[in-house]
């Protein structure tokens, strides 16, 4: 069985720019759900998406938007970069249902400049 | 961002006692995940709730969800230096597939 997968493990950006992270799901997984992790804090929701489509929204700006494809990946794009978008993005897939569990990958850390 | 309220918010033990830890809410949820993180990794997956009342073990982890659902709590007994990281409770929302985290409790155990 293959884990959650991210890519890349860390990145540099500066401010104003626009990054891409990446995600594969677990097999047999399909919905996957991205977090923010600020240093020293809880995961926080971004939004999660089910069958390409989004499922579900934190409190996060526009800026922040996702895909997923028919493989049951995951982007997770962040446009027009801040200094406080620096954290660790972690994705989770879950196979949707009553008994959902949401399984990690190692996240990617982005450093914005 | 919304998180639920965790505590202890740090913990440092002797190796061989038992620890306690707890997330507490004024939302219902229908499902508790308790996870551990170590620096630079995602959340591990530890235990899975999802019954008000349910009790459930994974070796020496105990853990509960609370009666009224608006709590969990997690045990680990007889601690060893491994169990050292940060321990995350997750909540998932009545109605909603959003899964709110805990504010985290950062165990260090002292051999």
């Known amino acids: 069985e293959t884990g959650v997968t991210q890519s890349p493990t860390h990145l540099i950006k500066t401010r104003g720019q626009q990054v891409t992270l990446r995600c594969s799901s677990q097999s047999g997984h399909n919905t996957v759900s991205w977090y923010q992790q600020a240093l020293g804090q809880g995961p926080q929701f971004i939004f999660q998406y089910y069958r390409e489509e989004e499922n579900g929204r934190g409190n996060f700006p526009p800026r922040f938007s996702g895909l997923q494809f028919p493989n049951y990946s995951s982007e997770l794009n962040v446009n027009a970069l801040e200094l406080d978008d620096s954290a660790l993005y972690l994705c989770?897939?879950?196979?949707?249902?009553?008994?959902?569990?949401?399984?990690f990958g190692s996240g990617t850390q982005l450093s914005v400049l | 961002g919304q998180q639920l309220n965790q505590s202890p918010q740090s913990m440092f033990i002797q190796e061989g006692e038992d620890v306690s830890m707890n997330c507490t809410s004024s939302?219902?949820?229908?499902?508790w995940l308790w996870y551990k993180q170590d620096p630079g990794e995602g959340p591990v997956l530890l235990i899975a709730?999802?019954?008000?009342?349910e009790l459930t073990s994974n070796g020496r982890l105990t853990a509960q969800f609370g009666i009224t659902r608006k709590d969990s709590f997690l045990n680990i007994s007889a601690s060893i230096p491994s169990d050292v990281g940060i321990y995350f409770c997750?909540?998932?929302?009545?109605?909603?597939?959003?899964?709110?985290f805990g504010t985290g409790t950062r165990l260090k155990v002292l051999a």
């Open positions: 989770a897939s879950s196979q949707q249902g009553a008994d959902e569990k949401l399984f």
């Open positions: 939302s219902i949820f229908n499902t």
């Open positions: 997750a909540g998932q929302l009545i109605g909603t597939y959003k899964y709110i």
């Open positions: 709730l999802y019954k008000a009342g």
